[in-house]
């Protein structure tokens, strides 16, 4: 997969590396009180998290790769060793909407294979605020519409370049809640 080039790459790896950075250091001070933190990266390419290899195998685009990289590298540090964090591919999954062939791809939010996607994500709602579960970095391309405003996303981290100042809002409204 080829690396993004409309955003300058070290700003996005940076805003990646940040976002978990953040997102630790509010689990270290809201885990006590049993709240659970999540995190949600818009992303403007499917490929750009989750790609797949020239076998056809499931892979991690350069942002999979920036946030694996980023995790790794803050769970080791001592200030995080409380949180008896799970393993690192067990705490990001992407929401994307699925062509026939089982391949992720790209839509504008608005078809069929997205309400699916959607459907999938309200479902799962409830298993998200869990503490039990793993799952804490969401990674969403368009699926993320009204509806799915969850009162433990701590942190955004937009990684697209959105035009519509009404889009941004949506994006930005899936956060601004508080648990």
Request: glycine fraction near 6%; aromatic fraction near 10%.
């Amino acid at each position: 997969v080829e690396e993004p080039h409309s955003f300058d790459v070290e700003v996005r790896r940076t805003q990646v590396f940040e976002t978990v950075r953040q997102h630790l250091d509010k689990e270290r001070a809201l885990a006590p009180l049993g709240i659970k933190v999540l995190s949600l990266f818009f992303i403007d390419k499917v490929a750009n998290y989750r790609a797949l290899d020239e076998q056809g195998n499931p892979a991690l685009g350069p942002v999979g790769h920036w946030f694996e990289e980023a995790y790794v590298e803050l769970t080791a540090q001592p200030r995080y060793a409380k949180l008896h964090l799970p393993p690192v591919d067990q705490v990001h999954d992407g929401y994307f909407s699925v062509d026939s062939k089982g391949g992720f791809k790209d839509t504008r939010g608005t078809g069929e294979t997205d309400s699916s996607t959607y459907d999938l994500i309200m479902r799962d709602k409830e298993r998200l605020l869990s503490i039990d579960e793993p799952l804490r970095f969401l990674f969403s391309h368009s699926a993320l519409r009204e509806g799915w405003d969850n009162p433990n996303v701590f942190q955004i981290c937009t990684l697209n370049e959105t035009q519509s100042a009404f889009k941004k809002r949506q994006e930005i409204g899936r956060g601004l809640r508080l648990p």
